[in-house]
């Protein structure tokens, strides 16, 4: 499927039949190379697809330009390969012309954050109900290796062979600067939570923001592997869980303690510290979002993944749809050709 039909069902309705993760596979081949993390994302997004009860016919996935752009063809729903950084233009378009659709966003951080950087702002300031699903492997893959918004201040790379003297975007905190309603963060190499991250931004009512840290094998390959990988992760990466404590560390026997507004690694051998000395998360807090999205460069600090904030505000397109249903009631329907006709009016 590759274009959207005039009619489809709400998607308030059920699927008629239950669906299996085959059901979201397409008949392409999947032409990403061998050992890309996209891989992963591709198989846990299709797994987690029949549990969030949405027609086929009424999913849609809308990309731009990278390898992270393939995605549509190898999802059997509905979807557009779209244009350089305009994925979220284009989604943006469709979900405010067909409001029941579930729309979801595939991109890079090279396509969603550099020549898409303005339209990501703005389509996460307006809350509009879209899934953005940004995949963060820090290079520009498709083009052969040069450095992206994301890869680290020195980046050697064909586009920097002296170093990049960029400092990188941060894209939870770029989220959260931007009104965010959901921003998280998960990996292609821990499935099960990448499976349960998916489920909520899929949940959420308004604009959900994904990073997913990927691996490319070819250009940037080891890039997180200090998160991934089990001999590494435990000592690297806290796990946000709401009303949870930030514990980390082979044995649970670190955590994270806020002094003042600062996040600071403590050991709860010994007696100083204890459990209740240590942050609890709480994923409606925007305050200490940010505070968490601030250790991600901090190599003192374990690097936050999970959910970061999640919170209501009315949609966009639900204050839209309201906005014209008042127009109609004070000015009824309106008449496109008797619009164009009045006024002031001239032939040539």
């Known amino acids: 499927m590759s274009v959207l039909v005039e009619e489809v069902v709400s998607n308030s309705e059920p699927p008629a039949v239950k669906y299996t993760a085959k059901n979201f596979q397409s008949d392409q081949d999947v032409r990403w190379c061998p050992g890309c993390g996209d891989y992963s994302i591709l198989a846990q997004v299709q797994r987690i697809m029949p549990e969030l009860n949405v027609k086929r016919e009424n999913t849609v996935f809308v990309s731009g330009i990278g390898c ?79 450095y992206s918004p994301t890869s680290e201040f020195g980046k050697v790379t064909k586009s920097t062979p002296m170093g990049s003297i960029d400092y990188p975007f941060n894209p939870a905190s770029l989220a959260l600067g931007a009104s965010g309603t959901f921003v998280a963060r998960t990996m292609d190499r821990d499935p099960k939570h990448l499976q349960q991250i998916i489920k909520r931004a899929a949940e959420h009512k308004g604009t959900s923001f994904v990073e997913i840290y990927q691996n490319c094998n070819v250009f940037n390959d080891g890039a997180f592997f200090t998160l991934t990988e089990k001999e590494s992760r435990d000592e690297n990466v806290v796990y946000l869980e709401h009303g949870k404590p930030l514990l980390f560390g082979k044995e649970k026997d670190k955590g994270i303690h806020l002094d003042g507004f600062t996040p600071t690694v403590v050991s709860l051998k010994g007696g100083k510290y204890s459990v209740n000395d240590l942050i609890i998360h709480d994923e409606n807090n925007s305050t200490l979002a940010f505070i968490l999205a601030n250790m991600t460069y901090n190599h003192a600090l374990p690097r936050p993944v999970g959910i970061f904030l999640s919170i209501e505000r009315p949609t966009y397109e639900s204050q839209m749809t309201r906005q014209i249903q008042v127009a109609i009631e004070k000015r009824g329907v309106g008449d496109l050709e008797k619009l164009l006709g009045s006024g002031d009016t001239w032939t040539i």
Do not use: C
């Open 68 to 146: 992270s752009s393939r995605f549509p063809y190898y999802m059997d729903t509905y979807g557009f390969h779209s244009i350089h950084g305009r994925a979220t233009a284009i989604a943006s378009g469709l979900k405010l012309a067909r409001p029941e659709l579930s729309v979801w966003v595939v991109t890079g951080d090279g396509d969603g954050l550099s020549i898409g950087g303005n339209h990501m702002i703005h389509l996460i300031r307006r809350n509009i109900d879209i899934n953005v699903m940004m995949f963060n492997n820090q290079i520009y893959g498709l083009t052969k290796g040069q």
